[in-house]
Structures are given as C-alpha cells and as structure tokens.
C-alpha cells in the first residue's frame, strides 16, 4: 500500500511538473512572438517615416531648384519668390529642430509635406501670372512693332517725298498754247496742243505721269489717255516769252543741271477746248511733285 502511495505522488509530481513547464514554455513563446511583432511594427514604422522623410527632402530640394530658376524673370516676380523661399527656408529649419529633438512623427512629415505643396500651389500661381503678364507683354510688344514699322514706312515715304520736293524747289516750268503751225495762241478753240516743260531729276524721267484737269472739273490722265505725252529733250526753249499764253507757274534759274534732264509734255485735246484755266499736275510713281496752269479765252 506504502509503496503505491508513493507512486501516486510521484506520478502527481511528474505531471505538475510537466504541466508548469508547458506553461512557462508557452508563456516565453508568447513573449517571444510579441517581441517580434513590436519589433516588426517599430521597422515598418522606422521605414515608413524614412521613407516619408525621404519625398519631403527631394520636394524642398525640387522646390529650391525651380525657385532658382524662376529668379531674374522679372522684379516683381523676384520679391514673390523671395517670400516663398523665406516659407521653405522656415519649413526646412522646423524640420532638423524636430528631428534632432526626436519628435518627429509620420504625422509631423505628412503635416510638412502638405504645406510644401500649398507652398508649390502659390508658386505655381506666380509663374501662370507671370506667364500671363508675358504674353499680355508680347502682344503689345508686337502692336509696338507694327505701329513702328508703320511710322517707319510712314517715314521713308515722308523722306522720299521731301527728298524729290527738295529736288524740284527750283525747277524751271513754262507753259504755252499752240494753234496751226506751232504758232502761239490764247485762244481756246484754236488750241491744237498744249506744251508744258520743266527740270527733272535724270533718275525720275521714267516714272512720271500726269493729269489734266480742265474749267468744267473733268480730268484726263496720262496712264489712260494717248492725248498726253511726254519727252526728254536736251535743248528745249519756248517761243517768245513776251507772246506765251497767260502763265501762272514757277521760274526760277537752275545753278546745277548735271543731274537733271529737261521734260516737256505735249497735251493734244481729240475735241476743242473751253476757255478758262488748264490744270496739270505732275506725279513722280504716286508722289505729287507739282503743277502749272494755263488760262485760255
């Protein structure tokens, strides 16, 4: 009897024994997996942050780049950028004091993250204001362009006309009236041919043409009428001044004629003409240059 009682304790002990070393070694297994899934979650979460700090320095160095690059553009836009990179210099000094102090959280990098793109989104609005200045710039830049090229044109055209009126200030007109017989007259109805003669510059003889205008308004041009012609003579002289038809035109004596040539215009009417006063005008290309009259009875 003795001797299975005391197998029986030592059977109880044995399994008590067994018992409290299943449970210590449960309980260390636990504390074991525990250990590990704090540890993986303090990687992950050590990862995380590094990662996140990681995108906000590449976006303060992106945004001082473009900063940098946007300067000299303008003075206005210089003082706006000048603001923004105040912003990020502040973001990015708040940034080391907490990470040297160690209190930086993933919440903390997010919170910075977002108010470096608000800090990108103003300055995305400067530079599509300053692109819209630019353009308005542009466009007027251009008006300026085309109304100097105008005033420019406006100019030449001014120099050529001063230049061939300044030419003809005291060139030599004269007019007469000539019946039968290249015999002078007054007289309207006997009129055969009227001849106008005047200097020119040599250069000009080509591109004249003229216009006639007679008492009742009406109008006969050279460019759509065979009545008038003209030519170039070397030595031309009206007939007797003291007998020409009444003259309203220039005289004046020429010091210089290397460069001039001696035009005379030859009206030759296809019907009788009226009295009163005879018009003509005179055109170099589209430039008036001047005119003489004659006054028949």
């Known amino acids: 009897m003795i001797t299975k009682s005391k197998e029986s304790v030592t059977a109880v002990i044995v399994t008590l024994l067994f018992v409290l070393a299943c449970s210590v070694a449960v309980y260390f297994f636990s ?130 006309r001063n230049t061939v009126l300044s030419q003809l200030i005291s060139e030599n007109y004269g007019v007469e009236a ?24 040599t250069e000009m003889t080509e591109k004249l043409s003229f216009k006639i205008t007679s008492p009742d308004g009406k109008a006969v041009a050279s460019n759509n009428s065979k009545t008038i012609t003209y030519t170039v003579k070397e030595d031309f002289e009206f007939s007797d001044s003291e007998v020409m038809a009444s003259i309203n035109g220039t005289y004046a004596s020429i010091s210089d004629k290397r460069n001039k040539k001696r035009v005379v215009l030859t009206y030759k009417p296809e019907q009788k003409l009226a009295g009163g006063v005879y018009m003509i005008d005179i055109f170099s290309d589209s430039t008036f240059v001047g005119s003489s009259q004659i006054r028949l009875k």
């Open 31 to 160: 504390l074991k997996s525990l250990a590990e899934d704090e540890l993986t979650s303090e990687k992950v979460k050590t990862e995380k942050m590094l990662s996140e700090k990681l995108a906000l320095s590449k976006e303060i160095e992106k945004l001082k780049s473009e900063i940098v690059g946007y300067k000299g553009k303008s003075a206005d836009l210089d003082k706006r950028l000048m603001s923004l990179e105040t912003q990020l210099q502040q973001k990015e000094s708040e940034l080391k004091n907490q990470a040297r102090k160690g209190e930086t959280t993933i919440a903390d990098y997010k919170k910075q993250l977002a108010d470096l793109q608000a800090i990108r989104n103003k300055l995305n609005e400067e530079i599509a204001r300053q692109n819209e200045q630019l353009v308005a710039l542009q466009k007027e830049n251009g008006n300026l362009k085309n109304t100097i090229a105008m005033m420019e044109e406006t100019h030449e055209d001014l120099v050529t």
């Open 178 to 201: 000539h019946k039968k017989r290249n015999k002078l007259t007054v007289n309207s109805k006997r009129t055969k041919e009227i001849l106008l003669g005047f200097d020119v510059p």
